[in-house]
T-cell receptor
Framework: NAGVTQTPKFQVLKTGQSMTLQCAQD?????MSWYRQDPGMGLRLIHY???????DQGEVPNGYNVSRSTTEDFPLRLLSAAPSQTSVYFC?????????FGPGTRLLVL | SQQGEEDPQALSIQEGENATMNCSYK?????LQWYRQNSGRGLVHLIL?????REKHSGRLRVTLDTSKKSSSLLITASRAADTASYFC?????????????FGTGTRLTIIP
């Protein structure tokens, strides 16, 4: 099993550009989540999903969209990147026990 | 806003000593978990304690939970250089499967060889 994979590992964007952060899991987990981590901070929940076709907002959803068309994939879309979205993004999946976290995507918005 | 606050923010100890870090949270929880994050890396799950448990052990780790005080502590015994990392507590107030964790601000632990 690959666990939770995230692509890309690192991305530089210009203000106003859009992009999609990919997250995939091969453990058939129902639950998936996106977090962001700013320097010196803990993780904050952006969006989450409790199953295919079901998503909901977390603590800091503004500027991000998600969809869950399959159990395996949970992409995070930045609609119009802003410097405030410079952060490290982590995807997680779980089946009701402790979640597995992906390695993270480091995003820099100039 | 962050649910948890961790104390201390930073801790430096000599190798072999014990390290204790504390976490406080604001609302009722189902579970509390502790994670380790090495610099620039992802999170590694250490231990989960349920709201009806008061203490849990895993190897050199000991976690306590006091729901009346809304606080938890993580004790790492006989510390090693490899324990140098940031440690986070995370709570799941209301979720089906830990899909909605709220993290504390973290304690940066440095083990001095």
């Amino acid at each position: 099993n690959a666990g939770v994979t995230q692509t890309p590992k690192f991305q530089v964007l210009k203000t106003g550009q859009s992009m999609t952060l990919q997250c995939a899991q091969d453990m058939n987990h129902e639950y998936m989540s996106w977090y962001r981590q700013d320097p010196g901070m803990g993780l904050r929940l952006i969006h989450y999903s409790v199953g295919a076709g079901i998503t909901d907002q977390g603590e800091v959803p503004n500027g991000y969209n998600v969809s869950r068309s399959t159990t395996e994939d949970f992409p995070l879309r930045l609609l119009s990147a802003a410097p405030s979205q410079t952060s490290v993004y982590f995807c997680a999946s779980s089946s009701g026990t402790s979640p597995y976290f992906g390695p993270g995507t480091r995003l820099l918005v100039l | 806003s962050q649910q948890g606050e961790e104390d201390p923010q930073a801790l430096s100890i000599q190798e072999g000593e014990n390290a204790t870090m504390n976490c406080s949270y604001k609302t009722s929880i189902n579970n509390l978990q502790w994670y380790r994050q090495n610099s620039g890396r992802g999170l590694v799950h250490l231990i989960l304690i349920r709201s009806n448990e008061r203490e849990k052990h895993s190897g050199r780790l000991r976690v306590t939970l006091d729901t009346s005080k809304k606080s938890s502590s993580l004790l790492i015994t006989a510390s090693r250089a490899a324990d140098t990392a940031s440690y986070f507590c995370a709570t799941d107030a209301k979720s089906f499967g830990n899909e909605k964790l709220t993290f504390g601000t973290g304690t940066r632990l440095t083990i001095i060889p």
